[in-house]
């Protein structure tokens, strides 16, 4: 693969925020990719910037991508990006951080042009699975339909304190579990009298976190779809307490599991994801003996937990705090390291979510990743062209392919 040229842009993504784009330009064409932002991020993702900030990030962007230029790269396979990750650190040491975002833009644009060079699809390049001569196998969609926490604005002074209410449908192809998670939502609407959406598409209301289940549990009921919920706790945990604004109300830890345990039986919901606070290993586990021991078969998963970084997702793992997680590339800024991520999950038989961020941009990588690492589950919203783009790409594989 040779470079013939690379270059380096800001754009907005779906929250009007800046973010960093990579154009690679080689003779088999013209790749792109950018990375997306989150707003509730975990302690322990990587910086996504320089510490001096995105315009420092671009500054040094622009010589490294210089230095690109006119070279020959050999990328057969994931483990061959190794040599543009030792170029990056060797520059880093001499001119400071690029930072996580900007590492993934480069190694999804690099994989692309790669992949293509091997004249495969992203996807397919990266499954281990079709090179044995298996078919790809879909996930299912995880969507967000309405939501609250630090993504929504407050509705008449008030939101849900719960960052995201999820519909998952179990459908037996992708694309019939995308319409029906479109006509859940606008179902959903009309029970909740919604008018507007949140930074993710899904819509605001100022009910509490109990009222907007008892709707969502209506929607499921009419179509057949599993509940969900992206808790967030971190994002309302301060000084050892959990607070709901909405309610007005204070828990301790104990008091947080009891509460999400006591959620999960009433509606039995399928999926819990930061139930507990990032580093309350405990908790989670506590948490999923609960489901375990009442015969249920909750996924209790970890974002801000494990942010997709082996140590902690081998910590969550070994401490039996988790049977899923959420898997941001960007969490990590390192594809390789995604790799082995996605490797001691399949061992483990721990349940693999691939997810977007709350700002999001027109790139379609995610869904690459997701089917090419044999994710079960793609979380990426329910509408809104940031999110359709992802829906449609995966839609796409599984007409060709399936
Ligand atoms: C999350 C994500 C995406 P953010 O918490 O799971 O929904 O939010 O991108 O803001 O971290
Ligand atoms: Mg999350």
Redesign the pocket.
């Known amino acids: 693969m040779f470079i013939r040229k690379v270059i380096s842009s800001l754009i907005k993504n779906s929250r009007g925020e800046r973010t960093v784009q990579i154009e690679l330009i080689t003779y088999e064409g013209k790749f792109k990719a950018s990375a997306?932002?989150?707003?509730?991020?975990?302690k322990h993702e990587v910086q996504s910037y320089n510490p001096k900030g995105i315009e420092r990030s671009m500054k040094l962007l622009k010589v490294f991508c210089k230095r690109l230029e006119n070279r020959n790269f050999m990328i057969r396979k994931i483990d061959d990006l190794k040599q543009l990750v030792e170029l990056v650190r060797r520059f880093e040491m001499k001119y400071g951080r690029l930072g996580g975002n900007v590492t993934y833009a480069f190694e999804s644009v690099f994989l692309k042009a790669a992949a293509a060079d091997n004249n495969k699809e992203l996807w397919e390049f990266i499954n281990d699975e079709v090179n044995k001569g298996l078919k790809p196998k879909m996930p299912m969609p995880v969507g967000?339909c309405i939501g609250g926490g630090?993504?929504s604005k407050l509705v008449k002074g008030k939101r849900p304190d719960f960052?995201?209410f999820l519909l998952i449908p179990k459908e037996k192809t992708f694309s019939k579990a995308v319409t029906v998670n479109l006509r859940a939502q606008e179902y959903a609407r009309r029970l909740l009298k919604a008018r507007s959406r949140n930074?993710?598409n899904a819509w605001k209301t100022n009910k509490t976190n109990e009222e907007v289940l008892e709707i969502l549990k209506i929607v499921a009921k009419k179509y057949k779809l599993r509940i969900g919920l992206?808790v967030?706790a971190s994002t309302f945990y301060e000084d050892g307490y959990y607070k709901y604004k909405n309610k007005n109300l204070i828990r301790d830890k104990v008091d947080q599991s009891d509460y999400i345990e006591r959620l999960i039986k009433k509606y039995r919901i399928f999926y819990v994801?930061?139930g507990m606070h990032e580093e309350d290993f405990s908790g989670f586990k506590e948490i999923l003996n609960t489901s375990k021991k009442n015969k249920l078969k909750t996924l209790i998963v970890g974002?801000?937990l494990t942010t997709t970084n082996l140590r902690l997702v081998r910590r969550a793992v070994n401490g039996e705090a988790i049977n899923a997680m959420?898997i941001?590339p960007n969490q990590i800024g390192s594809i390789i390291e995604v790799r082995n991520v996605v490797n001691f999950c399949k061992k483990n038989k721990i349940v693999m979510i691939f997810?977007?961020?709350?700002?999001e941009t027109m790139d379609d990588v995610l869904a690459d990743y997701c089917v090419g690492f044999g994710g079960q589950f793609l979380?990426t919203?329910i509408f809104g062209r940031e999110r359709l783009i992802k829906l449609k790409r995966v839609m796409d594989v599984e007409k060709r392919e399936t």
């Open positions: 997306p932002s989150g707003k509730s991020k975990g967000n630090l993504h960052q995201e930074d993710e992206d967030a994801e930061d974002d801000d959420i941001k997810s977007h961020r709350s700002g979380k919203g």
